[in-house]
């Protein structure tokens, strides 16, 4: 009787092992297709992580720079500083508006840089200029006071309000002025309210300046 049950249980392990070998397959087939799934809903949150923290859109305050650069131009220095994440790439001579020390721009043809904050809203690598970075002037501020002096219609403000809020450039072409732009051609005197700096550093803000870089004009 031993040689029978010897048998049995044998052929019972050889079953056992069988079953095991067919069933192991599907485990680690199954493991691996979670693990998989797993991974791309990972990759999945990662990237929608990475979207949701990706800043769209030119813009000054509401929508700043990707990239972390900035402009701040002092009118008393008469310089501009170029940053990026708080770490200055440089400092440079700038040639501002011929009239900017009688305070800040009102109108068209006052020859005066405009104070406060905007964005690059065009860049131009045809410009007459050499390079040029358009900024957003008039802002909306520009426009509230510019409504309240009885300067510019409630259409042109409301035109300038909207551009501004999209991040996008705005009319150049009220009684406020425009076409306020960073460019080269530096020369000896001073400009109608541009910002006018040497072509070698132009060729570097070019290189960092993309649409929506904050700049703010300031004392």
Same mark, same amino acid.
């Given at each position: 009787?031993?040689?029978?049950?010897?048998?049995?249980?044998?052929?019972?392990?050889?079953?056992?092992?069988?079953?095991?070998?067919?069933?192991?397959?599907?485990?680690?087939?199954?493991?691996?297709?979670?693990?998989?799934? &797993?991974?791309?809903?990972?990759?999945?949150?990662?990237?929608?992580?990475?979207?949701?923290?990706?800043?769209?859109?030119?813009?000054?305050?509401?929508?700043?720079?990707?990239?972390?650069?900035?402009?701040?131009?002092?009118?008393?220095?008469?310089?501009?500083?170029?940053?990026?994440? &708080?770490?200055?790439?440089?400092?440079?001579?700038?040639?501002?508006?011929?009239?900017?020390?009688?305070?800040?721009?009102?109108?068209?043809?006052?020859?005066?840089?405009?104070?406060?904050?905007?964005?690059?809203?065009?860049?131009?690598?045809?410009?007459?200029?050499?390079?040029?970075?358009?900024?957003?002037?008039?802002?909306?501020?520009?426009?509230?006071?510019?409504?309240?002096?009885?300067?510019?219609?409630?259409?042109?403000?409301?035109?300038?309000?909207?551009?501004?809020?999209?991040?996008?450039?705005?009319?150049?072409?009220?009684?406020?002025?425009?076409?306020?732009?960073?460019?080269?051609?530096?020369?000896?005197?001073?400009?109608?309210?541009?910002?006018?700096?040497?072509?070698?550093?132009?060729?570097?803000?070019?290189?960092?300046?993309?649409?929506?870089?904050?700049?703010?004009?300031?004392?």
């Amino acid at each position: 009787m031993r040689k029978p049950y010897k048998s049995l249980r044998a052929g019972l392990a050889v079953l056992s092992a069988a079953a095991f070998l067919a069933i192991l397959p599907a485990n680690v087939l199954a493991e691996e297709s979670l693990t998989g799934q &797993a991974a791309q809903q990972t990759e999945a949150a990662q990237q929608n992580g990475a979207a949701q923290q990706t800043v769209t859109g030119p813009g000054a305050v509401t929508r700043p720079s990707t990239n972390g650069v900035s402009i701040y131009i002092s009118k008393k220095g008469n310089t501009l500083t170029l940053k990026q994440y &708080a770490t200055e790439i440089g400092t440079w001579p700038a040639k501002l508006g011929r009239q900017s020390s009688s305070g800040d721009k009102v109108q068209e043809g006052d020859e005066i840089t405009p104070s406060g904050k905007f964005y690059v809203c065009t860049r131009n690598d045809k410009s007459l200029y050499y390079l040029a970075l358009g900024l957003s002037y008039p802002s909306e501020e520009d426009a509230q006071r510019g409504l309240a002096q009885g300067l510019i219609t409630q259409e042109q403000y409301d035109a300038i309000v909207k551009a501004n809020r999209n991040g996008e450039q705005p009319p150049w072409d009220t009684p406020l002025g425009g076409a306020i732009e960073i460019h080269g051609n530096q020369g000896d005197r001073g400009t109608a309210g541009c910002i006018a700096m040497t072509n070698d550093v132009m060729d570097i803000l070019w290189s960092y300046c993309n649409i929506g870089v904050p700049v703010t004009i300031g004392p």
